[in-house]
């Protein structure tokens, strides 16, 4: 089945404990990218990748990392998580770069930071 | 100045009727693509439509069409038929290909309830 697999889809962290959240896509697309969701503010986009080894700023990118070593891999590294980065999710991808196909979403990650 | 306006945060429609979300967008791409998405109280995003900046025709999916006036960059979903299961919040959102590399860009959304 193609998916979009984010882990893990709940975490409670406290301030300052490195977390990552792991995305990984079974339908070789190029392009993949993060959002957070917040009530009111809608999806604003993290970082996106256009593919292996190319990553780029988004909207909000502020306190968070991301790798592309591998096509199928996109995860989001939080170095020193803050309580406002407790927010919604979303790892997303789309088959091509360059392109104005849509995004397919995994089913999201609820972070609280505490 | 914001990328996707949806100035509508609820909505309420009657069964079986037919309903107007708002979504109004900003961009000096040539190339750009339009999409609404659903995300029912589970939470997962769903695709429902897509408008291309060179399409001619507003698009449709069955109960769902996008009407499309790009000298007034305006790109708004209607719902026709509104069933019970419709109640969700609905995200416009823009993907600019030419000048910003790719970026998505998403509305606040709106708020949509079906009554029976």
């Known amino acids: 089945e193609a998916q979009v697999t984010q882990n893990p889809r709940y975490l409670i962290t406290v301030t300052g404990k490195k977390l990552t959240v792991t995305c990984s896509q079974n339908m070789n697309h190029e392009y993949m990218s993060w959002y957070r969701q917040d009530p009111g503010l ?37 170095e020193s998580p803050s ?32 | 100045a914001q990328k996707i306006t949806q100035t509508q945060p609820g909505m309420f429609v009657q069964e079986k009727e037919a309903v107007t979300l708002d979504c109004t967008y900003d961009t000096s791409d040539p190339s750009y693509g339009l999409f609404w998405y659903k995300q029912p109280s589970s939470g997962e995003m769903i695709f429902l439509i897509y408008q291309g900046s060179y399409d001619q025709q507003n698009a449709t999916e069955g109960r769902y069409s996008l009407n499309f006036q790009k000298a007034r960059k305006s790109a708004n979903l209607v719902i026709s038929a509104s069933q019970l299961g419709d109640s969700a919040m609905y995200f416009c959102a823009m993907r600019e290909t030419f000048n910003t590399g790719n970026q998505f860009y998403f509305g606040t959304g709106t708020s949509l309830t079906v009554i029976p």
């Open chain 1, 83 to 114: 309580p406002n980065q407790t927010s919604l999710y979303f790892c997303a991808s789309s088959p091509r770069a360059q392109n104005t196909g849509e995004l397919f979403f995994g089913e999201g990650s609820r972070l609280t930071v505490l």
């Open chain 1, 42 to 78: 809608g999806l604003r986009q993290i970082y996106y990748s256009m593919n292996v080894e190319v990553t780029d700023k988004g909207d909000v990118p502020e306190g968070y990392k991301v790798s592309r070593k591998e096509k199928r891999n996109f995860p989001l590294i939080l």
